[in-house]
């Protein structure tokens, strides 16, 4: 395989610094894709022509590349607790539990930033966030249900209260 490659380089570089910087950083991203694929190249500039430019002929037979898997990493689960409290959160801004807020209540206090975020929200959007937040606490219960090594007896032991 034989191939050329022609960049051209700014006319005055001294003025014109940031497309020099591009040509170059061209110029040099070539020349690795080259080495990377194990081909031999040879370069020529020509800085004194009308158009300056540079020429890299490349020539050899690429070796291939193995191509890495990329491995995704599945987020954290969300604890189940902060699943129902999200729930609880949002279902506090559906019209009829308006009569149940009380906002002199210590608990209002210190959420008022997030239920001012959530009260901004309209009713339809309350209701989809809200079932989201139930079904992702359903598929953490779930997901604690079927770990390796459960059984029947264990399954509760986190809930029991030594006396």
């Given at each position: 395989?034989?191939?050329?490659?022609?960049i051209y380089?700014?006319?005055?570089s001294?003025?014109d610094e940031k497309?020099?910087d591009?040509t170059?950083?061209?110029?040099?991203?070539?020349?690795?894709?080259l080495?990377?694929?194990?081909?031999?190249y040879?370069?020529?500039?020509?800085?004194?022509?009308?158009r300056?430019h540079?020429?890299?002929t490349a020539?050899?037979?690429?070796?291939?590349?193995?191509?890495?898997?990329?491995?995704?990493l599945l987020?954290?689960?969300?604890?189940?607790?902060r699943?129902r409290?999200?729930?609880?959160?949002?279902?506090w801004f559906l019209p009829?539990?308006a009569?149940?807020?009380?906002?002199?209540?210590?608990?209002?206090?210190?959420?008022?930033e997030?239920?001012r975020?959530l009260?901004?929200?309209?009713?339809?959007?309350?209701?989809?966030e809200?079932e989201y937040?139930?079904?992702l606490?359903s598929?953490?219960?779930?997901?604690?249900?079927?770990k390796?090594?459960?059984?029947d007896k264990?399954?509760?032991?986190?809930d029991?209260?030594?006396?």
């Amino acid at each position: 395989m034989t191939g050329r490659y022609l960049i051209y380089t700014p006319v005055e570089s001294a003025r014109d610094e940031k497309r020099f910087d591009s040509t170059w950083r061209k110029f040099v991203a070539v020349c690795r894709l080259l080495h990377a694929d194990g081909l031999s190249y040879s370069v020529e500039l020509n800085l004194t022509a009308l158009r300056p430019h540079i020429l890299i002929t490349a020539s050899g037979t690429a070796i291939p590349r193995k191509v890495r898997a990329v491995h995704r990493l599945l987020p954290p689960p969300v604890p189940v607790q902060r699943c129902r409290d999200r729930a609880l959160e949002v279902s506090w801004f559906l019209p009829e539990n308006a009569t149940r807020r009380n906002s002199n209540t210590t608990y209002w206090g210190k959420h008022q930033e997030r239920y001012r975020e959530l009260s901004g929200m309209a009713e339809d959007y309350l209701r989809a966030e809200m079932e989201y937040w139930q079904e992702l606490e359903s598929l953490n219960r779930q997901r604690e249900h079927f770990k390796p090594g459960r059984t029947d007896k264990t399954a509760f032991a986190d809930d029991e209260v030594a006396a």
